[in-house]
Nanobody
Framework: VQLQASGGGLVQAGSSLRLSCAAS????????IAWFRQAPGKEREFVAH????????YYADSVKGRFTISRDSAKTTVFLQMNSLEPEDSAVYYC??????????????????WGQGTLVTVSS
């Protein structure tokens, strides 16, 4: 499985961005996908997660109500719609694929495959 994250950029606070995680490889559609982010000097932080069916979604409290994770019908691309961006959202965003149990979706070590990351910078 290979993941390719894209869509990052430099925006002002209050703006929106849509990140994409395009995947290829055998069996990808059966993996759960999560977005994590990592700011300089900080640990990788859970952002959002979708089951492979797309009907079980989880969000970090810090992004709940502002970010939406979704999966296309072909299950080859996962999106992260980010609205009302804040400077605190600035980080490199990574998508990961794995099969974690529900209690472990927050843990980056639960994911087998990672994209290369896409940088999001939100100016105040």
């Amino acid at each position: 499985v290979q993941l390719q994250a894209s869509g990052g950029g430099l925006v002002q606070a209050g703006s929106s961005l849509r990140l994409s995680c395009a995947a290829s490889g055998v069996g990808f559609s059966t993996y759960t996908i999560a977005w994590f982010r990592q700011a300089p000097g900080k640990e990788r932080e859970f952002v959002a997660h979708t089951s492979w069916t797309g009907n079980r979604l989880y969000y970090a409290d810090s992004v709940k109500g502002r970010f939406t994770i979704s999966r296309d019908s072909a299950k080859t691309t996962v999106f992260l719609q980010m609205n009302s961006l804040e400077p605190e959202d600035s980080a490199v965003y990574y998508c990961g694929a794995g099969r974690p149990i529900t209690s472990s979706i927050w843990n980056p070590t639960s994911y087998y495959y990672w994209g290369q990351g896409t940088l999001v910078t939100v100016s105040s």
